[in-house]
C-alpha cells in the first residue's frame, strides 16, 4: 500500500480534530503498522498490536456464530477516552484512533476514520 496515502490520511486526521492522542493504519494478519502519530501520550504501537487481537477474537466470535458480516468498526470507550478501530471492507487493514472524550467529538472521529477507510481502501 502506497504510504503517501498513509501519511495524508494520519496528518489530515490528527488535524480535523481536538484531543488525539493516536492514530494508526495497521495490517491485521501481522498486527504491523504502516504509519502512525502519537502526541506522545500512549504508544500507538503497542495500542495497535493489542487492538488488532480484539478484532481477530471478533472474528472468530463471528465465524463460531456462523454469521454472514463483517466488522465495520469498534468503539471502546473509557473514562477519559474513546478508541475507535475501522476495518476495511475486505478486513486486511484497520485504522485505530484514540482521543480525549472532553476535546474530541465522536461523530466527527468516526467520520473522519471512515473517510480514511475510503480512500486506503481505494489503494489496496
Do not use: W
Not at 493516536?22 to 493489542?50: F, H, K, Q, R
Not at 487481537?53 to 465465524?63: G, T, Y
Amino acid at each position: 500500500m502506497p504510504k503517501n496515502v498513509i501519511n495524508q490520511f494520519i496528518e489530515s486526521a490528527k488535524d480535523s480534530s481536538d484531543g488525539i492522542h493516536a492514530i494508526s493504519v495497521v495490517e491485521i494478519a501481522s498486527g504491523m503498522s504502516l504509519g502512525s502519530y502519537s502526541d506522545g501520550s500512549l504508544d500507538p504501537e503497542i495500542a495497535s498490536a493489542y487492538n488488532v487481537e480484539v478484532i481477530k477474537s471478533k472474528l472468530k466470535a463471528i465465524e463460531a456464530l456462523g454469521l454472514k458480516d463483517k466488522i465495520d468498526d469498534v468503539l471502546i470507550t473509557l473514562d477519559t477516552q474513546y478508541h475507535l478501530i475501522n476495518c476495511t471492507d475486505k478486513g486486511t487493514h484497520m485504522i485505530y484512533l484514540a482521543a480525549d472524550k472532553k476535546k474530541a467529538n465522536l461523530a466527527l472521529l468516526r467520520a473522519v476514520v471512515a473517510k480514511g477507510k475510503k480512500e486506503i481502501q481505494a489503494k489496496l
